[in-house]
């Protein structure tokens, strides 16, 4: 695990607003020129776009709709603020503002909203909200979108989302709805595993060396191989302007005395001699799921109940079996993976 040398992070401290431009500071002048005004097409109002430079100060917002104490992962993104700060030369406030809705006229002071999907449980926006969330992503706002990715055996259980990180390339169906409000010609698009964002301040996977074989060569190859994620995105002005992804935000979070405030362990795909003669004929207790691959085939899931995936018939026709890994060294490593990961994602989305 190294920082890529080639992203000089200084660019990180910047700060955004949307009001008038006030008289440029000698920190503005350093920063650069100043962005134009730019004409919102639907009401014929000049704005300032979303600023990238300036202050070394920077917010972020994170969306609750409902009881902020509620929310999921509460220690994980001032873990993860506190962590950039720790490792880049940005200075970035650790305690992010909340907002309840796209609705709030603060978003424009934010170049990043932070969302765990299932901190908001209505995803139907308002007309207002939409055209709200359009303009922001028009004039370079970002909206990471976390746990946005649900794989459909997960969908019956509020929780089951949270906790299984399960890779899929597909937006769940109600992100995509409500995104349909805000930019009806736009779809959500998977993130080929070679895109800039996996690797916009760390490059590669952390030290695997501690792993077991099995789980190192299946992380190292297929899980994340790279350093990668399944990750979807919709494209805003030519850049990246929205992201989803399984939940990364259980990785995060370290309690008030610096423990990890969650276990995680792997799963892994195996392959036992014969399981291809065998599983087509076996019996399962839950019903069989689709998941999206990467390149838009589909894997069939089979659980043993509701949210317990049992085995899988691949689009390659081959049949692996699912087996579940628990450990220190694991639960290490995933925290190392998850927080260096959301790492990437918030450098990205503070340079483009």
């Given at each position: 695990?190294?920082?890529?040398?080639?992203?000089q992070?200084?660019?990180?401290t910047?700060a955004?607003?949307?009001?008038?431009?006030?008289?440029?500071?000698?920190e503005?002048a350093?920063?650069?020129p100043?962005?134009?005004?730019a004409a919102?097409?639907?009401t014929?109002?000049?704005?300032?776009?979303?600023r990238?430079?300036?202050p070394?100060?920077v917010?972020?917002?994170q969306l609750?709709q409902?009881?902020?104490l509620?929310?999921?992962y509460?220690y994980?993104?001032?873990?993860?603020l506190?962590?950039?700060?720790?490792?880049?030369?940005?200075?970035?406030?650790?305690?992010?503002?909340?907002?309840?809705?796209?609705e709030d006229?603060?978003?424009?002071?934010?170049p990043?909203?932070?969302?765990?999907?299932?901190?908001?449980?209505?995803?139907?926006?308002s007309?207002a909200?939409a055209?709200?969330?359009r303009?922001y992503?028009?004039?370079?706002?970002?909206?990471?979108?976390?746990?946005?990715?649900?794989a459909e055996?997960?969908?019956g259980s509020?929780?089951?989302g949270?906790?299984?990180?399960?890779?899929d390339?597909?937006?769940?169906?109600?992100?995509?709805?409500a995104?349909?409000?805000v930019?009806p010609?736009k779809?959500?698009e998977?993130l080929?595993?070679?895109?800039p964002?996996?690797?916009?301040f760390y490059?590669?996977?952390?030290?695997?060396s501690?792993?077991?074989?099995?789980?190192?060569?299946?992380?190292?190859?297929e899980?994340?191989?790279?350093g990668?994620?399944s990750?979807?995105?919709?494209?805003?002005?030519d850049?990246?302007?929205?992201?989803?992804?399984?939940?990364?935000?259980?990785?995060w979070g370290?309690?008030?005395?610096?423990?990890?405030?969650t276990?995680?362990?792997?799963?892994?795909?195996?392959a036992?001699?014969?399981?291809n003669?065998?599983l087509?004929?076996?019996?399962?207790?839950g019903?069989k799921?689709?998941?999206?691959?990467?390149?838009?085939?589909l894997?069939?899931?089979?659980?043993?109940?509701?949210?317990?995936?049992a085995?899988?018939?691949e689009?390659?026709?081959?049949?692996r079996?699912f087996?579940y890994y628990?450990g220190?060294?694991?639960?290490?490593?995933?925290?190392?993976?998850?927080?260096q990961?959301?790492?990437n994602?918030?450098?990205?989305?503070?340079?483009?």
């Open positions: 695990m190294r920082p890529h040398r080639t992203l992070i200084a660019c990180l910047l955004l607003s949307l009001l008038p431009a006030p008289a440029q500071t000698p503005d350093a920063a650069g100043a962005v134009p005004p919102d097409e639907s014929g109002v000049t704005a300032t776009p979303i990238k430079y300036g070394k100060d917010r972020i917002a609750i409902g009881q902020p509620r929310r999921a509460p994980a993104v001032a873990t993860l506190q962590s950039i700060n720790e490792r880049t030369t940005v200075k970035i406030d650790t305690q992010p503002t909340i907002i309840s809705s796209f006229p603060q978003i424009f002071n934010f990043l909203i932070y969302v765990n999907a299932a901190d908001r449980p209505d995803w139907l926006f007309p909200e055209d709200n969330l303009k992503l028009e004039r370079g706002g970002f909206v990471f979108i976390d746990a946005g990715i649900n055996f997960l969908r509020a929780s089951a949270q906790h299984h990180s399960f890779a390339w597909d937006a769940m169906p109600e992100l995509k709805e995104f349909k409000e930019f010609e779809e959500f998977p080929n595993r070679k895109h964002i996996f690797r916009s490059e590669g996977l952390p030290d695997a501690d792993l077991p074989d099995t789980v190192r060569q299946f992380v190292v190859n899980k994340w191989p790279g990668s994620y990750t979807v995105a919709m494209i805003v002005k850049r990246i302007a929205v992201v989803a992804t399984p939940v990364v935000s259980m990785g370290k309690s008030a005395i610096g423990n990890w405030a276990t995680i362990r792997f799963r892994i795909r195996e036992p001699l014969g399981v003669s065998i087509p004929t076996a019996i399962v207790t019903p799921y689709s998941v999206t691959r990467e390149d838009g085939r894997d069939w899931v089979f659980c043993q109940g509701d949210t317990l995936p085995w899988v018939e689009a390659t026709s081959n049949w079996v087996r628990p220190l060294q694991i639960s290490e490593y995933a925290h190392v993976f998850y927080t990961l959301g790492i994602f918030f450098a990205y989305a503070l340079t483009h």
